[in-house]
Protein backbone atom coordinates (compact mmCIF):
# COMPACT_ATOMS: atom_id res chain seq x y z
CA UNK A 1 0.00 0.00 0.00
CA UNK A 2 1.16 3.36 -0.92
CA UNK A 3 1.64 5.93 1.82
CA UNK A 4 0.33 9.30 -0.20
CA UNK A 5 -0.44 10.67 -2.97
CA UNK A 6 -1.15 14.67 -3.68
CA UNK A 7 -4.49 15.27 -5.54
CA UNK A 8 -5.11 18.13 -7.68
CA UNK A 9 -6.03 21.15 -6.36
CA UNK A 10 -6.86 25.07 -7.82
CA UNK A 11 -4.59 26.95 -5.41
CA UNK A 12 -3.72 25.11 -2.11
CA UNK A 13 -1.57 21.22 -1.46
CA UNK A 14 -4.46 18.47 -0.91
CA UNK A 15 -2.84 15.37 0.10
CA UNK A 16 -4.49 11.73 0.28
CA UNK A 17 -2.92 9.50 2.76
CA UNK A 18 -3.74 5.51 3.68
CA UNK A 19 -2.47 3.65 7.02
CA UNK A 20 -4.36 0.42 8.24
CA UNK A 21 -4.01 1.80 11.00
CA UNK A 22 -4.89 5.57 13.21
CA UNK A 23 -1.06 5.90 13.82
CA UNK A 24 0.10 5.16 10.45
CA UNK A 25 -2.79 7.32 8.46
CA UNK A 26 -1.66 10.12 10.88
CA UNK A 27 2.15 9.10 10.31
CA UNK A 28 1.24 9.16 6.13
CA UNK A 29 0.07 12.19 5.84
CA UNK A 30 2.62 14.06 8.26
CA UNK A 31 5.17 12.69 6.14
CA UNK A 32 3.15 13.99 2.66
CA UNK A 33 3.22 17.27 4.02
CA UNK A 34 6.92 17.34 4.65
CA UNK A 35 8.18 16.05 1.65
CA UNK A 36 6.12 18.53 -0.35
CA UNK A 37 7.91 21.41 1.32
CA UNK A 38 11.00 20.33 2.32
CA UNK A 39 14.04 19.96 -0.50
CA UNK A 40 16.40 17.29 0.27
CA UNK A 41 19.34 19.25 -0.16
CA UNK A 42 18.54 21.61 2.56
CA UNK A 43 18.01 18.61 5.14
CA UNK A 44 20.54 18.79 7.67
CA UNK A 45 21.08 15.27 8.29
CA UNK A 46 23.99 15.75 10.67
CA UNK A 47 21.15 17.65 13.47
CA UNK A 48 18.68 15.20 14.42
CA UNK A 49 15.99 16.45 16.31
CA UNK A 50 13.37 14.75 18.32
CA UNK A 51 10.24 16.00 20.44
CA UNK A 52 7.39 15.08 22.42
CA UNK A 53 4.31 15.58 21.36
CA UNK A 54 0.23 15.67 22.84
CA UNK A 55 -2.84 16.53 21.09
CA UNK A 56 -6.31 16.36 21.91
CA UNK A 57 -9.45 16.94 19.97
CA UNK A 58 -13.63 16.11 20.54
CA UNK A 59 -13.25 13.98 16.83
CA UNK A 60 -10.89 11.46 14.89
CA UNK A 61 -11.25 14.11 12.08
CA UNK A 62 -10.28 17.17 13.80
CA UNK A 63 -7.22 15.49 15.49
CA UNK A 64 -5.49 14.86 12.35
CA UNK A 65 -5.86 18.51 11.53
CA UNK A 66 -4.70 19.73 14.90
CA UNK A 67 -1.75 16.87 14.83
CA UNK A 68 -0.99 18.26 11.74
CA UNK A 69 -0.88 22.04 12.68
CA UNK A 70 1.22 21.33 15.89
CA UNK A 71 3.60 20.10 13.32
CA UNK A 72 3.43 22.85 11.12
CA UNK A 73 4.15 25.19 14.22
CA UNK A 74 7.24 23.27 15.54
CA UNK A 75 8.39 22.72 12.08
CA UNK A 76 8.08 26.58 11.68
CA UNK A 77 9.96 27.66 14.75
CA UNK A 78 12.31 25.01 14.88
CA UNK A 79 13.23 24.78 11.08
CA UNK A 80 12.75 21.25 11.01
CA UNK A 81 10.99 18.67 8.88
CA UNK A 82 9.94 15.54 10.49
CA UNK A 83 10.06 12.02 9.11
CA UNK A 84 9.82 9.59 12.03
CA UNK A 85 6.02 9.49 13.82
CA UNK A 86 5.73 6.95 16.74
CA UNK A 87 2.43 7.43 17.60
CA UNK A 88 -0.34 6.05 20.03
CA UNK A 89 -3.95 7.22 19.12
CA UNK A 90 -6.68 6.79 21.76
CA UNK A 91 -9.79 7.71 22.93
CA UNK A 92 -10.22 8.74 26.58
CA UNK A 93 -13.88 9.95 28.06
CA UNK A 94 -14.95 11.75 25.57
CA UNK A 95 -11.54 13.18 23.61
CA UNK A 96 -9.23 11.59 20.97
CA UNK A 97 -5.80 11.84 22.22
CA UNK A 98 -2.36 11.29 19.67
CA UNK A 99 0.90 11.31 21.57
CA UNK A 100 4.07 10.18 20.68
CA UNK A 101 7.46 11.29 19.68
CA UNK A 102 8.25 12.83 16.23
CA UNK A 103 11.64 12.66 14.97
CA UNK A 104 13.18 14.83 12.09
CA UNK A 105 16.27 16.83 11.20
CA UNK A 106 17.08 20.74 11.07
CA UNK A 107 16.61 22.56 7.89
CA UNK A 108 17.98 25.23 5.76
CA UNK A 109 14.69 26.44 4.17
CA UNK A 110 11.90 25.12 2.93
CA UNK A 111 10.39 24.96 -0.81
CA UNK A 112 6.96 25.81 -0.17
CA UNK A 113 5.31 26.98 2.94
CA UNK A 114 2.53 25.40 4.58
CA UNK A 115 0.18 28.23 6.65
CA UNK A 116 -2.35 25.62 8.05
CA UNK A 117 -4.42 22.11 7.62
CA UNK A 118 -7.99 23.10 6.89
CA UNK A 119 -11.07 21.74 7.39
CA UNK A 120 -11.65 21.83 3.89
CA UNK A 121 -12.89 18.94 1.69
CA UNK A 122 -11.32 16.96 5.13
CA UNK A 123 -11.88 13.27 5.14
CA UNK A 124 -10.92 10.08 7.35
CA UNK A 125 -12.82 6.90 6.43
CA UNK A 126 -12.43 3.41 5.96
CA UNK A 127 -12.35 2.42 2.50
CA UNK A 128 -13.86 -1.39 1.34
CA UNK A 129 -10.47 -2.89 2.14
CA UNK A 130 -10.73 -1.94 6.00
CA UNK A 131 -7.76 0.40 5.62
CA UNK A 132 -7.83 4.48 6.96
CA UNK A 133 -7.74 6.72 4.26
CA UNK A 134 -7.46 10.49 5.09
CA UNK A 135 -7.66 13.47 2.89
CA UNK A 136 -6.63 17.38 3.90
CA UNK A 137 -6.13 20.71 2.08
CA UNK A 138 -3.07 22.87 2.97
CA UNK A 139 -3.37 26.56 3.22
CA UNK A 140 -0.24 27.16 0.95
Do not use: C
Not at 10 to 23: C, H, N, P
Not at 113 to 135: D, P
Amino acid sequence: MKKYENLEHTADLKIRAFGKTKEEVFANMALGMFENISEPKAILKDQPVEIEIKVKANELPELLVDFLNQLVYLSDVNNVVYNNFDLAIFKIDKHWIAEGVVKGFKVKGFKLEIKAATYNELKLEENQEGNLVAEVVFDI
